[in-house]
């Protein structure tokens, strides 16, 4: 199977909360990303968290951890039309190749008005 | 620069062409990576610089693709005799240092191959 999967679309209504799901496969993945990518734009950074780390929080963005399950999320609050875009999850290793992300496919968060 | 700059930004060719793609970091980033994105994909990982030194040429897809950084800054992605199946978008990262707790992707080239 794929190294990180991801739901391809979410839609949801202006001011209620986003959640986008990614699982990956990796245990020894060091640290774990999420990417915006808006139309026309380069793949923004929008935060990232260390693997021993269950929790982070960013203003709007909450991103949690499940290591065990191997399992990633990210909650974006009061969600907006400007958040509408493509999400990528994605990993680094350990050790050699941390330098490599492994990406998923995208979920394209749509945000109705 | 303020972010990673890529150009051209849009490139169409002809099967069978050569093309170059360029990529010029932030200043002060020793490490730059390319990675190909097909339509409806996420990025896959191409090759990857430590200064001018090619770390890691593990990604690229076959032998007509080379990349180099020669002075440890701008970086050239080379495809010989291209094919349709190399249309993509090819993005361009930098990170200050080793290993990519931060890495900054530029805005890409697409690139058509007719």
């Known amino acids: 199977g794929e190294d990180v999967e991801q739901s391809l679309f979410l839609s949801v209504r202006e001011g209620d909360s986003s959640v986008i799901n990614c699982t990956y496969t990796?245990?020894?993945?060091?640290?774990l990303y999420w990417y915006k990518q808006e139309p026309g734009a380069g793949l923004q950074l929008l935060t990232y968290?260390?693997?021993?780390?269950d929790m982070k929080q960013d203003q709007r963005l909450t991103v949690l951890l499940n290591k065990k399950d191997k399992h990633l999320s990210l909650r974006i609050a009061d969600t907006q039309t400007g958040d509408s875009a493509i999400y990528f999850c994605?990993?680094?290793?350990?050790?050699?190749?941390?330098?490599?992300?492994?990406f998923g496919k995208g979920t394209k968060l749509s945000v109705i008005p | 620069g303020a972010g990673v700059s890529q150009s051209p930004r849009y490139k169409v060719t002809k099967r069978g062409q050569d093309v170059a793609l360029r990529c010029d970091p932030i200043?002060?980033?020793?490490?730059l990576y390319w990675y190909r994105q097909a339509l409806g994909q996420g990025p896959e990982f191409l090759t990857y610089?430590?200064?001018?030194?090619?770390?890691?040429k593990s990604g690229l897809p076959n032998d007509r693709f080379s990349a180099e950084r020669p002075e440890g800054s701008i970086s050239t992605l080379t495809i010989q005799r291209t094919e349709q199946r190399d249309s993509a978008m090819y993005r361009c990262?930098?990170?200050f240092g080793q290993g990519n707790t931060e890495a900054f992707f530029g805005q890409g080239t697409r690139l058509t191959v007719v």
């Open positions: 990262a930098s990170s």
């Open positions: 990796d245990s020894s993945s060091t640290y």
């Open positions: 968290i260390f693997s021993n780390m």
């Open positions: 994605a990993e680094s290793k350990s050790g050699a190749g941390s330098y490599q992300l492994t």
């Open positions: 200043s002060g980033h020793v490490s």
């Open positions: 610089f430590n200064y001018e030194a090619q770390q890691d």
